[in-house]
């Protein structure tokens, strides 16, 4: 057994908690948790955030200490107070292989999803998908977009974002899925001024639309968008007429007839 593994088991015998009860708490199968106190599995860093958030311990005393002769008072950490620099713990889904789903919010469940986003049984209703060609040491979710103010993504284009544990990772100028409790779910481009001011700039890259503010404590989580999902394709620069792609045609048949000639 690992440190890690010993002390998940010893905490969880410590607060009373079966393997079954606790393994429902931290939304993962009862038998991955029996893997991680036997050994058999190292947890992923989410999982291990959860673990150490349902005990109030840091993971580096979760990993790095051997809680169980640990005086009470170094094990709890200081209580945080740093304008909601951190984002919280987030919940997640995972497949029959304990891969980290992608889990889709199309437009229409944006409203309940600002309700439900950290209730693990409230996820595991929603579209999953996978998608092997992104890293793998990060968890992603999927957000149908709406609206004309990030063109030239289209109304209905899914972003897929990566998620975020500080505000100290946004970097500026970069496009994100903000979701927040007055705003909602939103897409824009990020300034970060929180050091400065607690306040988070947003820009569209529509320019009909004007940038505004806001407060980093009405955000809950923060997406680094990393690829999107879209059905119409971009359009080619200025406008195909009529007469130009006949234009078009028409040349190309003059090429073929000059080919066969030679």
Same mark, same amino acid.
């Given at each position: ?7 998940? #088991?010893? +905490? ?7 393997? $079954?009860?606790?393994? /429902?708490? @931290?939304?993962? =199968?009862? !038998? ?55 984002? #919280?713990? +987030? ?7 304990? $891969?980290?789903?992608? /889990?889709? @919010?199309?437009? =229409?469940? !944006? ?152």
């Amino acid at each position: 057994m690992t440190l890690v593994s010993k002390n998940i #088991k010893y +905490l969880r015998k410590k607060h009373g908690y079966t393997q $079954e009860q606790f393994s /429902e708490k @931290i939304g993962i =199968k009862r !038998s991955l948790l029996g893997a991680y106190e036997e050994g058999r599995a190292d947890p992923r860093l989410n999982n291990l955030m959860n673990i150490a958030k349902e005990f109030n311990i840091s993971v580096d005393t979760l990993i790095s200490k051997n809680v169980a002769t640990t005086p009470e008072t170094a094990l709890h950490p200081p209580e945080q107070s740093d304008k909601n620099e951190k984002f #919280k713990v +987030l919940a997640i889904t995972t497949d029959q292989h304990d $891969e980290e789903n992608i /889990e889709l @919010i199309p437009q =229409k469940a !944006s409203a309940g999803y600002l309700n439900g986003y950290a209730d693990p049984e409230y996820l595991k209703e929603l579209p999953k998908f996978q998608l092997p060609f992104l890293p793998k040491n990060s968890t992603y979710r999927a957000f149908e977009v709406t609206g004309d103010s990030m063109l030239p993504l289209e109304s209905g284009t899914v972003v897929i974002g990566r998620y975020l544990e500080s505000v100290a990772d946004i970097v500026n100028g970069r496009t994100y899925v903000l979701v927040t409790g007055k705003e909602g779910i939103v897409y824009k481009r990020v300034f970060n001024y929180v050091e400065e001011n607690g306040k988070l700039f947003l820009v569209s890259d529509n320019k009909v639309y004007s940038p505004y503010e806001i407060e980093i404590g009405d955000v809950l989580e923060v997406w680094e968008a990393k690829a999107f999902i879209s059905v119409s394709f971009p359009e080619p620069d200025g406008e195909m007429t009529l007469e130009k792609l006949t234009g078009i045609v028409i040349d190309l048949q003059q090429e073929v007839i000059k080919l066969k000639s030679h």
